[in-house]
């Protein structure tokens, strides 16, 4: 007992609290609890200051500048936990849907987009004209057409518009809706922004199209084989954009790894 005595007193308690605090915030995944972690321990670690020296008020001062800094972010983190919400109704499948992202940024998200409510006969998108918008179909069905010929149909949790998205080039394809349908629009523009400032939002986001694009290249592929054996003239998919978005959500990929 005298010889722990000699490493631990009283006054150096609330030093290996802190580090301890400090060493498990670097184990967080989630930025909200990683900086009450680090202000909790930056706390104690000032405490312990005090009580061991008077002669470290240089560590004191960056302690508490280092406070001040995570105490601005948790401000802002707090203010957008308080303010943002899930809708009620929606908020199950877009946590199931967009796992790896919180309820705050699935809310910026969502900031970014609108529900809309359509009937059948309505074009989602026009073959070859441009695409402003990312589309989740939220329900109901969906008819893929190509030079007039419906060559796949999508249900609700595809996405829309993504090859548009990751490309820049017009729609590959029209998509016109079957059925009474919702989906959440996705403004490109609004999106790219979210994710250059948000590298969770934009991995998860690629990850989501990237497994959807990989589907539909599947289907492409088998619907050209199709058109080969039946003879028939009908032009298949853009398979070379939906390879060149499939490339394009690989690198996006990459680069978040690397990050």
Same mark, same amino acid.
């Given at each position: 007992m005298d010889s722990l005595s000699q490493y631990v007193s009283i006054p150096d308690i609330p030093g290996h609290v802190a580090y301890v605090v400090i060493a498990v915030s670097y184990?967080?995944?989630?930025?909200?609890?990683?900086?009450?972690?680090?202000?909790?321990?930056?706390?104690?670690?000032?405490?312990?200051?005090?009580?061991?020296?008077?002669?470290?008020?240089?560590?004191?001062?960056?302690?508490v500048i280092f406070i001040a800094i995570n105490a601005y972010q948790l401000f802002w983190l707090l203010r957008d936990r308080l303010r943002l919400r899930l809708p009620q109704e929606e908020k199950s499948v877009l946590r199931r849907v967009l796992t790896g992202l919180d309820?705050?940024?699935?809310?910026?998200?969502?900031?970014?987009?609108?529900?809309?409510?359509?009937?059948?006969?309505?074009?989602?998108?026009?073959?070859?004209?441009?695409?402003?918008?990312?589309?989740?179909?939220?329900?109901?069905?969906?008819g893929v057409d190509v030079g007039g010929k419906t060559v796949a149909h999508l249900e609700s949790g595809s996405f829309a518009g993504e090859v548009a998205f990751l490309t820049g080039h017009p729609a590959t394809a029209s998509v016109?809706?079957?059925?009474?349908?919702? +989906?959440?629009?996705?403004?490109?523009?609004?999106?790219?922004?979210?994710?250059?400032?948000?590298?969770?939002?934009?991995? +998860?986001?690629?990850?989501?199209?990237?497994?959807?694009?990989?589907?539909?290249?599947?289907?492409?592929?088998?619907?050209?084989?199709?058109?080969?054996?039946?003879?028939?003239?009908?032009?298949?998919?853009?398979?070379i954009h939906l390879t060149q978005a499939a490339t394009s959500v690989q690198d996006n990929s990459n680069r978040q790894k690397n990050f």
């Open positions: 184990y967080l995944t989630s930025i909200f609890w990683l900086r009450v972690f680090a202000v909790i321990g930056l706390a104690l670690e000032v405490v312990y200051f005090v009580l061991v020296s008077s002669d470290l008020y240089t560590g004191i001062a960056w302690s309820d705050v940024q699935i809310s910026r998200l969502l900031d970014a987009s609108q529900w809309r409510e359509l009937s059948a006969g309505a074009h989602l998108m026009r073959e070859s004209q441009e695409v402003n918008e990312l589309y989740f179909l939220f329900s109901g069905r969906f016109i809706v079957e059925q009474p349908s919702r +989906v959440l629009a996705i403004s490109r523009a609004r999106l790219i922004k979210l994710c250059k400032s948000d590298n969770q939002v934009a991995g +998860v986001i690629h990850q989501l199209l990237g497994r959807d694009l990989a589907n539909k290249l599947r289907l492409a592929n088998g619907f050209h084989t199709m058109m080969d054996v039946a003879g028939h003239p009908r032009r298949p998919p853009d398979l």
